[in-house]
């Protein structure tokens, strides 16, 4: 009877130990940035300060960076991400930039002198090309981020809305 009491503490015990250490931030942590990582738009665009929508999700996670630091999530990210977090809904901070409506990187084909540049800096390769050839944008790839557009030399990259054919003015 002592030996069944001894025993039965034994594993309650051991339990108890197993589902504290199930339930420790460590093993939460992942789980939250997953969590983070799918509220954020993706666009990969770094106006965060962080590499991209995984590398600020870890660190929202983390408790390193605030909720209001993606400008194409704008409002929206920030509401959703207070709900998860539990936290208070605070406004974007502009020193990341402002929310502008989504829009798609356009290369004028006819100004393209194939630098590649652009296809260098693209995060989701959205931007199809080779050396001294003309480049074209992948749409159904292409997040908005607008990191092609600053290398480009020719300044032939212009944002337009999704399903509009023409260059932007």
């Known amino acids: 009877m002592l030996l069944s009491l001894f025993v039965g503490l034994f594993f309650a015990i051991v339990g108890g130990l197993l589902l504290r250490i199930e339930n420790s931030s460590s093993h939460r ?7 983070i990582d799918q509220l954020l738009p993706q666009t990969q665009c770094r106006e965060c300060s962080y590499d991209g929508c995984r590398p600020y999700a870890e660190a929202i996670s983390s408790g390193k960076a605030a909720i209001n630091q ?20 605070i406004p974007l901070n502009p020193d990341h930039g402002i929310h502008r409506p989504f829009r798609l990187a356009m290369i004028d084909e006819d100004q393209c002198i194939g630098c590649t540049k652009c296809i260098q800096v693209c995060p989701v390769d959205a931007i199809l090309g080779a050396g001294k ?16 557009i600053p290398p480009c030399p020719v300044d032939c990259i212009d944002m337009i809305p999704p399903g509009d054919n023409e260059r932007s003015a």
Not at 74 to 87: F, M, N, S, V
């Open 133 to 148: 050839q003309m480049h074209t944008v992948i749409t159904e790839y292409c997040t908005g981020c607008e990191l092609c």
């Open 70 to 89: 993606c400008p194409p999530g704008g409002e929206a990210t920030i509401d959703q991400l207070a709900k998860l977090l539990g936290r208070e809904v």
């Open 29 to 35: 942590e992942p789980i939250l940035t997953e969590l």
